[in-house]
């Protein structure tokens, strides 16, 4: 069983920034790839930035210049670290984790999201 958890959401005015974390824990051989996506309002959940265990990482048009997503010091943690954020990037962020149990199943998870709110 894989945890994935969200935090570092809020309110924020536009031009500001906020670091956005997921956590993974459990039982669990690697992650091969973490992704961050959001979905606002009336919208599909699209994909953010993405990173995997090799270092590749993609990132939304949208948000190239502005978004980095990174890896913490214990390789189970993921930041997103977001600055001159802007109104359109209001929605709620899902982070979601792929890679291999201890037992070699693959295994992608998703957490509950975390809210973050752009204000003009």
């Known amino acids: 069983q894989v945890q994935v958890v969200e935090s570092g959401g809020g309110l924020v005015q536009a031009g500001g920034s906020l670091r956005l974390s997921c956590a993974a824990s459990g039982t669990f051989l690697k992650i091969n790839t973490v992704g961050w996506y959001r979905q606002a309002p009336g919208k599909e959940r699209e994909l953010v930035a993405r990173?995997?265990?090799?270092?590749?990482?993609d990132y939304v048009d949208s948000v190239k210049g502005r978004f980095t997503i990174s890896v913490g010091n214990g390789e189970n943690t993921v930041y997103l670290l977001m600055n001159s954020l802007k109104p359109e990037d209001t929605g709620v962020y899902y982070c979601?984790?792929?890679?291999?149990?201890?037992?070699?199943?693959?295994?992608?998870?998703w957490g509950r999201g975390t809210q973050v709110t752009v204000s003009s």
């Open positions: 979601n984790a792929a890679g291999l149990t201890t037992g070699d199943a693959a295994f992608n998870y």
């Open positions: 990173k995997t265990s090799g270092g590749n990482t």
